[in-house]
């Protein structure tokens, strides 16, 4: 039955609602106005409110009001009929009187009715605004034989213990069934209140026969009343559960006071025994170990069963594991420290230095707030052998956390223990992992760290990397402090730009830039080469890797700033010899330059320089990228037009500014540079720097676009085996830019013998490898003039 049962006295409202029509004035005495609804059926004798929302309803109800007649309610055949006709009606429903019309401020309307007597319609009357028909007035049979009597008192007990069963009873409603005297009533009042759907419901409603009626509705009933004592069943046993549950944790407690009594709680208490002995071990300081005590008490007077109680004990295996005692340290051997770098690492000499001066800081101060390293580099460079090989110059555990893609401030301070699955964050749990405070810690890819909902982790790690601060440290999870201080922190980036500004100025930043080929050829012959033949299962006496082919491998199948693409390609030539042996169609294997062609495939990099600078023009720039350096061509020419510059590329705002700021220049100097001004005013000048799907940006640039379009307008071709850099001004000077070395590298590798510079970067050339120095010729340039000067031809070309 339903929960929720109003029978109310309400005083009709008889008044009509706004925008009434006559609808063709009354009906006949045996009509009414019918009243077509979805998904309900009235009962005589029941209330219902209805919501009235079509115009043909609406005037049907407000005929019924006017005339003060009652309305006809019918169920609808298909709930989905937007208009019903008379087909889709039902024939037998309620008539009913109107006790309330109510219109809200939106405009929808809603009927409040009490069922009076049931009807079948006999025929439709039509030329009405709404639906009207004739109808039969079905009387009830009101005589009480003992059989009806009979199946009134089995309903009438059926719906008492429902109503019984129910979780709340709406008030009065159990008086009204049991004083309820006629069979019909009863059984309409059961049937407009039990849950059952529309159609059973009209069924009940259709069947005129008293007997027959009180059958079905006691049949109904009882499937309802199976539903109920089934529920009522379920809560009992649900009810019993929590019961047995709370009685368990109280004989538990009860049995555990007794073991305690009797002395059988050994298991416990050699737990406790033992987890006292491991604090009193740990050598925590005052504070944490009171922290330890603290858990240790309450672990004491929680029972096994309780889930608080392997949080706990997860909690004090943290702390007892946790390096507290700091281990006695080593002395740094710097003699032993500058032949573990040069053994692992060729080249590279600023950085080792920088590392040995850093060694006898630490040697010389032990208890001074050392600076933390960055090292800054493109891939393959070595940056995270470079930690390794200071652990082991310092004779320190060296233990790796790798920072890229951590966007969570928790991986960095711990989660508090209030979550489930609760852990320290990265940087506790890689000293419980190696064991030592005193370690070398290598934060990997410290500038992929993101920012997302949870925080911003490198905010975080500005307490990691604070001398003056992480001597305290403390964790969420460990909710104590922690010493950070005799931590060596070392990190690796890519690049700066994402790295926070004020995590930047807690490092000290030591740039790594991309090896030259010959330093490249040293690498892979003393360690590449070694590493692969091992990895491959090969002997020495089995493989032998020519000189010639290494250095071809360097030049034509690989460009990048560090190593790894290189040993991949060695790797490659190597698995080729593998096969051969371990088929046995060869005892040994040796690899010269002429077999890569037929091992690795064609090469994938050609010397493109000469072939693209024979037409005035085009130019050589040198660029810097994340992986090194990179040479760069400017082409420039010149079309009918009226003086506009277009710039493809893939060009950023600083690269066109500079083109722009060349072409300026340019006609600034046209008549001393040998240019007809007229060209500038009937020629469209464009100019491309392939490749266009790579985008570009930087000041940089400025001096190979005032080269190329020199040698555009004047026909001089640029030399072959030159390369330039510099930013220009719309004086003509030449100033200072950045990545000298890698561009100057790039230039070598590419086979050029001379690079045009800015005299203001002459501070760089120290830091250029003695290689490229011996390989290329420098010129220094004060203003742009000096590079058309070096860099053209004296003599145009003939046109093609």
Known sequence: MQNHFERRALAPDLGPAPGSNGGGGSLPPDALAILPVRDAVLFPGA????????????????????????????????PQAPEPGPDA????????NVLRWLTAPDGTHQLICQGVQRFRVLDWIPGRPFLAAGVLRLEETEALTPDIE???????????????????????LVNTVQSLGSASALADLVAAYIDLGAPEKQEILETTDIVGRLDRVSAALAQRLEVLRLNAEIGERTRASLDARQREMLLREQMAAIQKQLGEDEGKSAELRDLTEAVEKAAMPAEVEAAARKELRRLERMPEASPEHGMIRGYLDWLIELPWRLADEKPIDIAEARRILDEDHFGLDRIKRRIVEYLAVRKLAPQGKAPILCFVGPPGVGKTSLGQSIARAMGRKFVRVSLGGVHDEAEIRGHRRTYIGALPGNVIQGIRKVGARDCVMMLDEIDKMGRGIQGDPSAAMLEVLDP????????????????LSRVVFIATANMLDTIPGPLRDR?????????????KLQIATRYLVRRQREANGLRPE?????EAALRSIIQAYTREAGVRALEREIGRALRHAAVRIAEGSADAVRIDADDLNGILGPPRFENEVAMRTTVPGVATGLAWTPVGGDILFIEATRTPGGGRLILTGQLGEVMRESAQAALSLVKNRAEALGIDPALFERSDIHIHVPAGATPKDGPSAGVAMFTALVSLLTGRTVRNDTAMTGEISLRGLVLPVGGIREKTVAAARAGLTRVLLPARNRRDYEEIPEDARNRLEFVWLERAEEATEAALDQAPRPAP
């Open 47 to 78: 209330v219902m409110p209805l919501a009235v929302a079509r115009q043909s309803s609406v005037a049907a109800v407000q005929q019924a009001m006017r005339d003060g007649q009652q309305i006809g309610v019918l169920l609808q055949r298909d």
């Open 89 to 96: 009606l039902h024939r037998t429903g309620t008539a009913a």
């Open 150 to 172: 009979a199946r009134m008192m089995h309903l009438r007990g059926q719906a008492l213990e429902a109503l019984r069963l129910l979780p709340q009873v709406p008030e009065g």
């Open 468 to 483: 003056e601060q992480n001597d305290s440290f403390r964790d969420n999870y460990l909710g104590v402090p922690f010493d």
């Open 507 to 519: 490092m000290e930043i030591i740039e790594l830039t991309g090896y030259t080929e010959a330093e």
């Open 542 to 546: 089995q493989l032998e890797l020519t």
